[in-house]
């Protein structure tokens, strides 16, 4: 017999034996980012980490855009989708999500992500691959069928972590007119 990849191949025909199918799992097989790092629902006590890790990320205090933001979060819906991930209980990351049931004339369930943040402590360790594998996860499960987000086109390392997670650029063009 010889050994391929962990499957045994018989050398002769007629031999009687049994194919092995069960080799060393590949790559694609390993354990998932959310289960390394273990991601909970977001709750009303995380403001202030929420917070603290913005404020590490882009510089400025958006205390009160948070504090909208998580209440939203909380109260807007029936189902609470916005989740933070923890190290050593300590939050390092966090996604802020809402289901959408149709807008713009279109009846499809669409969950929208409003804010993604990770811990540049943090970054590069799978925290972010853990909260949209959760999300996605959490999602499926409420039947919910195309997740949306908006990004600043020249924010080409946010742009990068999306299209490693999956997403593509959307058919829908967005349009803004400044008010004067």
Excluded at 2 to 13: K, L, T
Excluded at 22 to 32: K, W
Excluded at 59 to 79: H, I, M, N, P, W
Aim: aromatic letters at 6%; hydrophobic letters at 40%.
């Amino acid at each position: 017999m010889a050994r391929s990849n962990g499957i045994i191949i018989p050398q002769h025909i007629g031999e009687a034996s049994e194919v092995n199918y069960s080799g060393e799992p590949g790559p694609d097989f390993g354990p998932l980012a959310r289960d390394r790092i273990p991601v909970r629902s977001m709750a009303e006590g995380d403001l202030r980490a929420l917070v603290a890790i913005d404020r590490r990320i882009t510089g400025r205090d958006r205390t009160g855009y948070f504090q909208r933001k998580l209440a939203d979060a909380l109260t807007e819906s029936d189902v609470c989708v916005s989740l933070v991930a923890e190290l050593d209980t300590v939050p390092v990351g966090f996604i802020m999500a809402r289901v959408d049931v149709g807008e713009f004339g279109r009846v499809e369930t669409t969950a929208v992500i409003d804010t993604l943040g990770v811990d540049p402590d943090y970054q590069n360790r799978g925290v972010g691959r853990a909260l949209v594998s959760q999300l996605l996860a959490n999602l499926g499960t409420l039947r919910v069928e195309k997740v949306r987000t908006e990004v600043d086109w020249r924010d080409r390392e946010l742009l990068g972590y999306l299209d490693r997670n999956g997403f593509l650029p959307s058919q829908q063009l967005c349009f803004d007119k400044p008010l004067d």
